[in-house]
């Protein structure tokens, strides 16, 4: 494209923006579950420890390699390699991979979406039927969902880097952290709320195993957007004289502050909803959360605080986690879209037409992957299953390629780039990181622990999940 690159207008902005993107379902949801299960206090202390410890060197590598670059991760491993054709393929992973998890998130969002829908118009009764769901994501209706949703996420995106993304977090990312505190507030004062608290945050070291600790890592690595090409695609609308290690920090904070909080509303709200709830049978997934476990427990609340209370808890929640979302997917999608700008001089919205047109296509064979066509439902078997394409999607590219990507950009920084160049990069807006033991830690660790740590995680993975 000619003519200046985009940037974020502020540093605010900026941390805005990312931390939307890192705020999404898997911190509402997913985290207050996996910590609750897993050993409470214990959990959260380990969480806590990679996010810091492993998670943000990883950002602040794909910030650094995004802002020296200019560019989006493809060009950006080619601009700094002399365009090497092996670094090309780490590249081509850098958009293949956020294009195929905006596919799958953009199903979920649409679901979402639904509900939303739902509550807002008092529907929690149907919500809360256990057939609901299974019915809703088979029906044409989703088609209409999907095309709001995405006028959504265009408007934003046509928008650019200040006026569209940049303003969408500063609007949606403040409103979020009211809701969210507005309804932690609400469930601590119901009954038996304690006993929610009690159970997530005391200690139980007898349940760190050693897949709950791959989980842990896992969990937190996806929770900050890493491996997915958008931390560099952002780190390039920023100019020389930002902090990246502040910046990185506070985004860090931001998210593991709101999953920390997260967990003050989820857990307190099953409890007091059946005081005595078998932590062992809290849903496994995110999903059968959101879409059956919670709208019962919003139905139940119409008997406390009556019809028009509910659904207006209900609609707060779906809003909050629709806020979430809506953050994460533009900043999934702008990666594919920065490239296609930036490699092939496309205008932002001839690449937004494009790629959109290709996302609705994926979509669909995901959003048919319920039953409604055999084909997509039944797509392949492995490891003595039969997987729809959803699920492979989710596979191949959530749990398998994130921790490659991962890997990948920890040996691209100190062995192909260079470390004394990696160290400039981050010194550049932030003197103080010069010499400082963060940045001793940071070297020795993306160079050493991190990647061979990912490449652990890599490996056990295509052990598990394929064979
Ligand atoms: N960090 C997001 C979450 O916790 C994950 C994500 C980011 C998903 C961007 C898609 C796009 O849910």
Request: net charge neutral; with cysteine.
């Amino acid at each position: 494209m000619s003519g200046a690159r985009e940037q974020f207008g502020s540093r605010l902005g900026f941390i805005l923006a990312a931390a939307g993107s890192a705020v999404g379902i898997g911190n509402l949801v997913g985290f207050p579950v996996g910590a609750a299960k897993n050993g409470g206090g214990a959990f959260l202390v380990m969480y806590a420890i990679f996010v810091f410890a492993i998670c943000l060197p990883v950002m602040m590598a794909e910030m650094a390699v995004g802002r020296k670059a200019k560019k989006d991760p493809l060009g950006a491993y080619s601009a700094l390699t002399d365009n090497s054709a092996k670094w090309k393929i780490a590249g081509w992973l850098s958009i293949i991979t956020p294009f195929m998890i905006a596919v799958f998130y953009l199903v979920i969002t649409v679901w979402i979406f639904g509900y939303l829908y739902g509550a807002v118009t008092g529907d929690l009764a149907l919500l809360a039927e256990p057939d609901t769901f299974g019915t809703f994501i088979n029906s044409p209706i989703i088609f209409v969902y999907m095309a709001v949703v995405l006028g959504i996420v265009y408007l934003i995106l046509q928008g650019g880097v200040k006026e569209g993304i940049e303003k969408a977090a500063k609007l949606l990312m403040p409103a979020l952290f009211v809701m969210l505190v507005l309804l932690v507030i609400f469930v601590l004062t119901q009954d038996n709320a304690m006993a929610g608290v009690y159970f997530y945050l005391v200690p139980d070291f007898s349940k760190i195993t050693a897949s709950v600790v791959n989980g842990a890592l896992s969990q937190a690595f996806f929770s900050l957007s890493l491996g997915m090409g958008i931390m560099i695609t952002y780190g390039s609308y920023i100019d020389r004289s930002a902090d990246i290690p502040g910046s990185a920090k506070l985004v860090a904070l931001t998210d593991t502050a709101v999953a920390f909080t997260a967990g003050l509303m989820i857990l307190p709200a099953i409890f007091s909803f059946n005081p005595n709830t078998n932590p062992a049978e809290l849903s496994e997934s995110s999903i059968g959360m959101i879409f059956s476990f919670l709208p019962q427990i919003f139905l139940a609340l119409q008997t406390s605080i009556g019809f028009v209370g509910a659904s207006v808890v209900a609609s707060l929640f779906f809003l909050l986690v629709f806020f979430a979302a809506i953050t994460s997917l533009v900043s999934i999608f702008e990666v594919p879209v920065a490239a296609l700008m930036d490699e092939k001089d496309y205008s932002r919205r001839k690449s937004l037409v494009v790629l959109g047109a290709l996302l609705v296509l994926f979509a669909m064979f995901c959003a048919l992957s319920f039953g409604f066509v055999p084909f997509f439902t039944e797509f392949t078997s492995y490891a003595g299953a039969t997987k729809s394409f959803f699920q492979v999607v989710y596979d191949v590219f959530y749990d398998t390629i994130l921790p490659l990507n991962g890997f990948l950009i920890c040996i691209f920084v100190m062995y192909r780039w260079k470390r004394h160049n990696f160290n400039e990069a981050l010194e550049e807006g932030s003197p103080d990181y010069k010499g400082s033991w963060v940045e001793k830690y940071v070297n020795i660790s993306v160079s050493v622990f991190i990647p061979i740590i990912l490449l652990g995680i890599f490996i056990n993975t295509v052990a598990l999940i394929y064979f």
